[in-house]
């Protein structure tokens, strides 16, 4: 009986040299000196791409080394949170429809102007901070060469798959809450957990792994669209701490909840199309790892 062929599976993507780049591309950033609000953003791109790939290895680092680098990675980016947010805030704000009566015009420049020095504030802060920017440099360093250690090979696809079957499960278990209830806070973990899917189907696009490529684009647009209502949100929790006319304040609230209905509504199809798969038939497809 002639045995039947089997094609061999294509190697699976080096996730530790993703990691290990994008950790030496923030590093990178961060030593150049001020930060402009475009070094900012693609910093905390890099270190999300990394613990992206972090949560990939999981199995294999083990749960203590899991947990070290990844908390090390979440710190430097939490310490860059203010400024990314004081930037994204204006051009949100920016953002909203301008024909409006005088007091909410003249309440949204109220707003604009608290809001700005909020930015310059941060921004000073960042800027003076030398120390907490070579903090950050060592830790990043350290997880870089935490990470070298081992063989490659030991991140093959079944340690692949149980990694992204984790960040699927979570982001799925939390879509069935944001249909429930839509609370900020799941919403917030969905962005969150679809961003590190997003990063993670882009390295098994390379690998063309079952269809991931298609998967990364859609899951690339779903993260915009929860970030964009994320960042509604935050300026939501501005308007109401600000001392604004009351029939303002009201007015603007109403046309934030209004385009962050649109936001979700919109956020939720594409969700039910990307996670409609139970958490281990979705891993198999993506990772070209046998069942």
Same mark, same amino acid.
């Given at each position: 009986?002639?045995? +039947? ?6 190697? *699976? ?9 994008? /950790?030496?591309? %923030? ?15 693609? !910093? ?35 310490? /860059?949170?203010? !400024? ?6 204006? &051009?949100?704000? +920016?953002?909203? *429809? ?6 909410? &015009?003249?309440?949204? %420049? ?13 921004? #000073? %802060? ?29 991140? &093959? ?9 984790? !960040? ?31 990063? +993670? ?32 949100? !935050? ?18 609230? #109403?046309?934030? &909840? ?8 919109? %956020? ?24």
């Amino acid at each position: 009986m002639t045995a +039947q062929y089997r094609a061999p599976l294509p190697c *699976p993507p080096d996730v530790r040299h993703i990691a290990r780049q994008s /950790l030496a591309e %923030a590093m990178s950033l961060l030593e150049r000196g001020p930060l402009s609000d475009r070094a900012v953003h693609a !910093v905390r791109k890099e270190l999300k791409r990394a613990r992206a790939m972090l949560r990939l290895m999981r199995a294999a680092l083990g749960e203590n080394a899991y947990q070290r680098d990844n908390a090390a990675m979440r710190d430097v980016a939490r310490a /860059l949170g203010e !400024v990314r947010d004081s930037k994204v805030l204006l &051009d949100t704000l +920016q953002s909203l *429809p301008t024909r409006t009566p005088v007091t909410v &015009d003249r309440s949204r %420049a109220e707003l604009r102007t608290r809001l700005r020095r909020e930015r310059e504030r941060s921004r #000073a %802060a960042l800027g003076g901070n030398g120390t907490s920017l070579r903090r950050s440099q060592k830790s990043l360093r350290s997880v870089r060469h935490s990470l070298s250690r081992g063989p490659a090979d030991r991140y &093959d696809w079944r340690v692949l798959r149980q990694g992204v079957r984790r !960040v699927y499960g979570r982001a799925r278990t939390t879509l069935g809450r944001v249909r429930a209830h839509r609370a900020a806070e799941d919403l917030h973990e969905l962005r969150k957990q679809t961003k590190y899917l997003w990063h +993670q189907l882009e390295a098994f696009a390379t690998s063309d792994g079952g269809g991931a490529r298609s998967l990364a684009a859609a899951t690339h647009r779903l993260s915009d669209l929860l970030g964009d209502e994320h960042n509604l949100t !935050v300026l939501r929790g501005k308007v109401l701490q600000a001392s604004l006319a009351p029939s303002a304040q009201k007015r603007l609230l #109403a046309r934030i &909840d209004a385009r962050r209905e649109r936001l979700i509504g919109r %956020a939720l199809v594409l969700a039910r199309r990307i996670f409609r798969d139970p958490p281990r038939a979705f891993a198999a497809r993506v990772t070209a790892a046998p069942r």
